[in-house]
T-cell receptor
C-alpha cells in the first residue's frame, strides 16, 4: 500500500474559524511533510516531521500549527487564517528525511478562506 | 542555494508525438532526482526516481535520464497520448536533512 490519504478533500472556512487537516499513511514511513501549493506554482515546504518530532519549520506563521500524534498521522491545525492562505495543502511521506526514498504525496486538501 | 529550472514552461503537441521535458539544477551534489506528474487540483504522483549514481530509469513509455555533472535531467515520453496531459515537476533531494527542491513545472497538453 503506497497511499497517503488526506481529509477533508475540500474545506471552506472563515477567518475566525478553527479547523484541522488530517493526513495518514501506513507505509511505516518515519518522515512526514506538509506543503502548500498555490495555483500554477510548485509545492512549497511548510513543515517536516522526523520520527514524530518537528525537524523543519520553514518560517511558517503561527496560525498554522502542525501536530504528529503518532508515526502514521499528521495534522495541521488552522486558526485565524487569511484569504491569501487559500491553497492546495499537500501531505507527503518518505522512509526517512535524509533517505534516497521516493516521497509519496496525498491528493491534497483544497482550502478556501473567506 | 539549489535552484531547479524546467524548460519549457508549457508545451502542446499532437497525439503520438515523442517529446522531451528538461530539468536543470545548479548544485550537482544531489542524492536523487524525482519526476512527478500533477493533474489540475490533485496531488503529485511519482513517476520516476533516479539515484545520483544512476544514469537513467524507465517505466513504460517514460524514460528519465540524469547527467549529474552537467546538472541536467530529461524526461522522455514516447508516443504521447491525451491522457498524458498534466503538469510535470522535477525535484532534487540534497544530502542531509534537507527538503526536496522543486522546479516550476512544465504544463503539457497532448491534442487528440
Amino acid at each position: 500500500d503506497t497511499e497517503v490519504t488526506q481529509t477533508p478533500k475540500h474545506l471552506v472556512m472563515g477567518m475566525t474559524n478553527k479547523k484541522s487537516l488530517k493526513c495518514e499513511q501506513h507505509m511505516g514511513h518515519r518522515a512526514m511533510y506538509w506543503y502548500k501549493q498555490k495555483a500554477k506554482k510548485p509545492p512549497e515546504l511548510m513543515f517536516v516531521y522526523s520520527y514524530e518530532k518537528l525537524s523543519i519549520n520553514e518560517s511558517v506563521p503561527s496560525r498554522f500549527s502542525p501536530e504528529c500524534p503518532n508515526s502514521s498521522l499528521l495534522n495541521l491545525h488552522l486558526h485565524a487564517l487569511q484569504p491569501e492562505d487559500s491553497a492546495l495543502y499537500l501531505c507527503a511521506s518518505s522512509g526517512l528525511v535524509s533517505s534516497t526514498d521516493t516521497q509519496y504525496f496525498g491528493p491534497g486538501t483544497r482550502l478556501t478562506v473567506l | 542555494k539549489q535552484e531547479v529550472t524546467q524548460i519549457p514552461a508549457a508545451l502542446s503537441v499532437p497525439e503520438g508525438e515523442n517529446l522531451v521535458l528538461n530539468c536543470s539544477f545548479t548544485d550537482s551534489a544531489i542524492y536523487n532526482l524525482q519526476w512527478f506528474r500533477q493533474d489540475p487540483g490533485k496531488g503529485l504522483t511519482s513517476l520516476l526516481l533516479i539515484q545520483s549514481s544512476q544514469r537513467e530509469q524507465t517505466s513504460g513509455r517514460l524514460n528519465a535520464s540524469l547527467d549529474k555533472s552537467s546538472g541536467r535531467s530529461t524526461l522522455y515520453i514516447a508516443a504521447s497520448q491525451p491522457g498524458d496531459s498534466a503538469t510535470y515537476l522535477c525535484a532534487v533531494r540534497q544530502p542531509g536533512n534537507t527538503p526536496l527542491v522543486f522546479g516550476k513545472g512544465t504544463r503539457l497538453s497532448v491534442i487528440a
